[in-house]
């Protein structure tokens, strides 16, 4: 079963609207809670992740309907999409479990490669009605298993604004000086990059590595014209964080009680992704987005 919100349609409305859509991976049941009740709290869209090492761990039934369960009586937009992905056995798992969208990351093959491929898998996607992201030259860094820290391949915008025409991807995910996971140095962001190629196609401009980036560092990019912004790292140490504070208090007060710990978890990734649907102005878009995919079906 198709899941009902695309996430080239929300991307597109965000683009038009002047904003970003957060894209936030988790990787269980309280963290994808917890994403979705930040949603809710600003009215604003929202793209939930899964990586490949989280699809292997739980298994993609497992995860559709987890997330089914966790949307069904949702009021704001909510897509599902495979993260970072070069495995083509697990995105045809996914494409024929019908999530909103997947990111087939052929930036280890060469570029005749990645076309041909990455042809076939929008073909496969497409007649799925499963949108697919692009990314061909590597973004930095090791995310859940996937990626590297060396550029493989670079390209110019115009060759990446060719690929998308040629594939007929629904997003860009193009290197824009960000990294995966946290910085150990102040990056050399590329917004005037973004600009290029969000000038020289209207499919919709990805940035990864987006943790650890200032509020005026995320509007530079998007008035440049990204409309999905990937937040994995500020996940996972709020998560982590939180879950150190509350059992070091439990072992100290000699007090252990899950569902107190569930709910300290909960509180500070809600919290952490609330920050960001304000810093990408996602707050108070669900509607429109909803309208924007309304008017592009």
């Known amino acids: ?20 859509v957060p894209a936030v991976n988790v990787f269980d049941e309280i963290s994808m809670r917890a994403v979705i009740a ?9 793209i939930v992740q899964i990586s490949v090492k989280t699809v292997r761990v739980s298994g993609t039934a497992f995860i559709t309907d987890l997330f089914r369960s966790l949307t069904r009586d949702v009021a704001v937009p909510v897509a599902l999409h495979l993260d970072h992905c070069p495995d083509r056995a697990v995105l045809d798992d996914v494409i024929a479990a019908g999530w909103s969208s997947v990111l087939f990351d052929a930036s280890d093959r060469d570029l005749d490669d990645a076309v041909r491929e990455t042809i076939e898998v929008t073909a496969a996607a497409h007649g799925a009605g499963v949108d697919v992201e692009s990314e061909i030259e590597n973004i930095l860094g090791v995310e859940d298993d996937v990626g590297s820290d060396e550029a493989r391949h670079a390209y110019s915008v115009a060759q990446l604004a060719d690929v998308a025409a040629q ?8 290197q824009l000086g960000t990294s995966h996971g946290l910085y150990r140095a102040s990056p050399t962001l590329l917004p ?11 499919v919709p401009v990805v940035l990864h590595g987006g943790t650890g980036l200032s509020a005026a560092d995320f509007r530079a990019f998007i008035d440049a014209g990204v409309s999905k912004i990937n937040i994995s790292t500020a996940v996972k140490h709020a998560y982590m964080q939180a879950s150190l504070a509350h059992l ?7 007090r252990w009680d899950p569902p107190s710990l569930i709910t300290a978890i909960s509180t500070a990734v809600t919290d952490a992704i609330d920050e960001h649907i304000v810093w990408f102005g996602a707050d108070g878009r669900a509607a429109s987005a909803v309208a924007g995919a309304e008017a592009d079906r």
């Open 38 to 46: 930040a949603a809710e709290r600003r009215s604003a869209p929202l």
């Open 192 to 202: 005037e990059r973004a600009a290029e190629l969000a000038a020289l196609t209207d």
């Open 167 to 174: 594939t007929g991807v629904d997003l860009i995910a193009p």
């Open 1 to 20: 079963m198709r899941m009902v919100v695309s996430t080239g349609s929300l991307t597109r409305a965000a683009r038009q609207g002047g904003y970003a």
């Open 248 to 254: 070091e208090a439990a072992r100290e007060q000699d």
